[in-house]
């Protein structure tokens, strides 16, 4: 009986994870879910409360134009949360995810500061982002650095409404083959300079009702063979995020995005490189396009509530694959197969290396040649 009522919750939850909601909606009537480019426009703010919403193309070149559906006076009566005019702190954002998620929120018009390890490439995305970001250099992984990129935002914008935890670092192959110091930075960016960074930013966000967005994996909820160590750490995470729900104060929101594979150059970090934004764009791995997990966020920033969510939705359902009898079975399955999936992935991640070593030429059949100059979850 209990099993049986276990599933159920399983399957509810799911359900309501995996609703229909398309990338944007207004009034009820749902919105273009063409992909999105990083030269887009979102044009909201004062439409929304009016109940019309104004979505520019995401091909840059025409607007579109929708009139609210027969929910539109909830949306006047109920309107989301504003960001513009909050500061919001965003992690690991010289590129990819990163970068997206800064570029959607600046141009909403929040105060964006941006961090990054590599300094150059942060200063250099933020000359190209729209609105107000500050880049700031910091190396996530020392304690003293986190501390200070936390006073210096206060002390310079006055104020900090919410933080994305963005920045972090993966590995490719089993568990038994992972050296001392690749265990020991990956747990010190995955798990504790995301814990230590939160406890610093709660004071200052909590009596604010501000938001705390963990950019997770659906590894945390399915474990895989090649990203063991990785699947741990976001699993984590998203221990930190139930935990947090439990004792926040009213007002203070909790959100967790749980992204499947996405289109960055987060192998290519793993491997142990620094790569430019020209190797980045040669070496992005398949997926979905990291703007999409852009918008997840920004939906963070204006709702009401906590938020769990997986990009694309239906990734929702890898949540039944942690509960019995289906990980037992995953167990069953996936051990004999794990050292082909490692050697798969290893593959695969020294393919994308060696794409994004070689010289760009002008008849390079390369697929991510108009993608962002932005694609990766690690600086």
Not at 107 to 129: I, N
Request: charged residues 25%.
């Amino acid at each position: 009986m209990a099993f049986r009522f276990t599933i159920a919750i399983a399957i509810l939850d799911v359900v309501l994870l995996t609703r229909s909601r398309t990338d944007d909606r207004c009034g009820g009537t749902r919105m273009s879910g063409a992909p999105v480019r990083m030269d887009a426009v979102v044009v909201r703010g004062d439409d929304e409360l009016t109940g019309r919403c104004r979505l520019a193309d995401y091909s840059g070149s025409r607007v579109s134009m929708r009139r609210p559906g027969p929910n539109g006076y909830l949306v006047r009566m109920f309107p989301k949360r504003i960001v513009k005019g909050r500061v919001v702190l965003v992690t690991g954002a010289s590129a990819g995810i990163g970068r997206s998620v800064a570029a959607r929120l600046a141009t909403a018009g929040a105060t964006v500061v941006t961090s990054a390890r590599d300094g150059t490439r942060l200063r250099t995305a933020a000359r190209y982002l729209p609105g107000t970001v500050d880049p700031v250099e910091c190396d996530l992984t020392d304690q003293r650095q986190r501390r200070e990129m936390i006073d210096y935002v206060v002390a310079r914008h006055g104020r900090l409404d919410a933080l994305v935890n963005n920045a972090g670092l993966g590995h490719v192959g089993l568990f038994g083959d992972i050296d001392q110091n690749s265990l020991r930075e990956i747990v010190e960016l995955n798990v504790i300079a995301v814990a230590d960074l939160t406890r610093l930013t709660l004071p200052h966000i909590a009596d604010r009702g501000g938001d705390v967005v963990m950019i997770s994996s659906v590894a945390g909820w399915v474990p895989v063979p090649p990203l063991s160590l990785y699947s741990a750490t976001k699993a984590a995470v998203n221990a930190l995020v139930h935990a947090l729900r439990r004792e926040a104060p009213p007002g203070l929101r909790i959100h967790s995005i749980n992204p499947g594979p996405v289109r960055t150059e987060w192998l290519l970090r793993a491997a142990g490189l620094r790569p430019s934004d020209d190797e980045g764009r040669r070496g992005c791995s398949f997926g979905t396009s990291p703007e999409r997990v852009a918008e997840e966020v920004y939906r963070c920033l204006t709702g009401y509530r906590n938020r769990t969510v997986a990009v694309p939705r239906w990734f929702g359902a890898a949540r039944l694959a942690g509960l019995p009898p289906l990980s037992n079975a995953l167990d069953l399955a996936l051990a004999p197969v794990a050292p082909l999936l490692a050697r798969w992935a290893r593959h695969y991640q020294d393919s994308l290396v060696t794409r994004a070593r070689r010289e760009q030429h002008g008849d390079l059949d390369d697929t991510t040649s108009t993608l962002p100059t932005s694609t990766t979850p690690r600086n």
